[in-house]
C-alpha cells in the first residue's frame, strides 16, 4: 500500500484549510464580496493571520451580512499590495472550478488516470465543486497551461484558469443562491505533484499540445473523444455564451490551429460566425417560447395583477 492510500480524509475547517495550503509567513490575498451591497474588500495578509480567531470572526461578520468569502490558491511576493499574475511569488496549487455535471468530472477525475489523488475538495453549492492539487516546480506558463488542459478535459471553467484566482473559502455560507450553502473541504491527499503527474493531451485551443517533458508519447484519445473540430466548436460556443469578445476567440483558434490548417485565421472566423449565429438563433428561440408562456399566464388577469407581478419578478432578482 502507498503512501497516498494510507492517508485519511478530513474535513476542514476555514483556518485548518488555510494553514493546509499555505506556510505560515505565506502572504495570501482574501477576496470579500457582498453582491447586495456592491462591495469588494480586498485583504493580503500572512496566512497565520488569516487563520487566526480575530479576522476569523470578522470574517463571519462579514458573510452574516451577505458577503461571499474566497482565498488566493498561490502566495504573493512580500512586497505585494495587490492581487496579479506578476505579484505571485512561487505556483503552490492547481485547481478546477466544476459548475457543469460536477459528479461526472469527480468521477472522471478520480478514475481516468490522466490526474493524480486531488488534496482538497469543495463542495461549494449543491451538486458544483472545487478540486485542489498541491504542486512543486511549476512556472507560470506551465501552470497556466496545465489549468487550462484540466478546465479543457474535465469541463471545468476556462475563466478560472489563471495563477492569480480565488476560491470559495469552506466553512462559510455560499451567499450566491436563494438558498444558503456551507462550503465544505476535505483533504483527500498530502502529497506533493509535478508536472509529469499530470498526463493530460487534449485538443483544444484552451489547452497545451504538451504539458511535460514526456514529449515522446502518441497523444491519448480517450474512447469517444470528440474531433478537433467538434472540440473547437465547443469551445466557441462556451466562449461566446460566457460574453467573450468574439475576436479573441477567433486569434484563440487560429493559434492552436496554425501547425494544421492552411487558413487558420479563416477556419477560426468561420468556426466563431457559426457559433455566433446558433447563440442568436437560441436566444431567439427562447424568447419566442417564453412570449406565448407569459400570454397564457397573464389571460382573463387585470392588467392591474399583472404590473405587480412583474414588479414583484424584479424585486425577487436584486
Known amino acids: ?156 471553467d476556462i475563466a478560472a484558469t489563471d495563477i492569480s484566482r480565488v476560491l470559495r473559502l469552506p466553512g462559510f455560507i455560499n451567499r450566491k443562491y436563494n438558498e444558503m450553502f456551507l462550503v465544505r473541504a476535505v483533504q483527500e491527499a498530502d502529497h506533493i505533484y509535478h508536472l509529469r503527474d499530470f498526463v493530460l493531451y487534449d485538443d483544444s485551443p484552451e489547452a497545451p499540445r504538451r504539458l511535460s517533458e514526456r514529449q515522446s508519447l502518441p497523444r491519448r484519445m480517450p474512447s469517444g473523444h470528440r474531433s478537433q473540430s467538434e472540440a473547437d466548436w465547443a469551445y466557441a460556443k462556451r466562449a461566446i455564451a460566457r460574453g467573450d469578445n468574439p475576436e479573441q476567440i477567433i486569434q484563440s483558434i487560429a493559434d492552436y490551429r496554425a501547425e494544421d490548417k492552411a487558413d487558420p485565421l479563416y477556419y477560426a472566423r468561420h468556426t466563431v460566425d457559426k457559433a455566433l449565429a446558433n447563440f442568436h438563433r437560441s436566444s431567439q428561440r427562447d424568447a419566442a417560447q417564453s412570449l406565448p408562456e407569459f400570454n397564457r399566464a397573464a389571460e382573463f388577469r387585470p392588467d392591474k395583477t399583472i404590473i405587480e407581478t412583474t414588479e414583484d419578478r424584479v424585486i425577487n432578482r436584486r
Not at 480524509?9 to 494553514?19: D, G, I, K, M, P
Not at 462591495?39 to 458573510?63: C, H, V, Y
Not at 512586497?79 to 496579479?84: G, K, P, V
Not at 469527480?106 to 478540486?131: C, H, M, W, Y
Request: glycine fraction near 4%; aromatic fraction near 6%; charged fraction near 25%.
Open 1 to 156: 500500500m502507498t503512501e497516498l492510500n494510507l492517508f485519511k480524509a478530513r474535513r476542514l475547517s476555514a483556518a485548518q484549510y488555510v494553514l493546509a495550503l499555505h506556510q505560515p509567513e505565506d502572504r495570501v490575498a482574501v477576496l470579500v464580496r457582498n453582491c447586495v451591497r456592491e462591495q469588494t474588500m480586498q485583504r493580503i495578509l500572512s496566512a497565520e493571520d488569516i487563520a487566526s480567531p480575530p479576522f476569523q470572526e470578522w470574517l463571519k461578520g462579514q458573510n452574516d451580512a451577505g458577503a461571499d468569502i474566497f482565498l488566493g490558491m498561490n502566495p504573493l511576493r512580500a512586497n505585494s499590495f495587490a492581487r496579479t499574475k506578476e505579484s505571485i511569488r512561487e505556483i503552490r496549487h492547481v485547481y478546477l472550478d466544476l459548475d457543469e455535471d460536477a459528479a461526472a468530472s469527480l468521477r472522471a477525475i478520480r478514475t481516468d488516470g490522466s490526474t493524480p489523488i486531488p488534496n482538497f475538495i469543495l463542495d461549494t453549492s449543491p451538486e458544483k465543486n472545487q478540486v485542489v492539487w498541491r504542486v512543486d516546480g511549476l512556472d507560470r506558463e506551465q501552470a497556466e497551461s496545465l489549468l487550462r488542459a484540466l478546465a479543457t478535459q474535465f469541463r471545468g
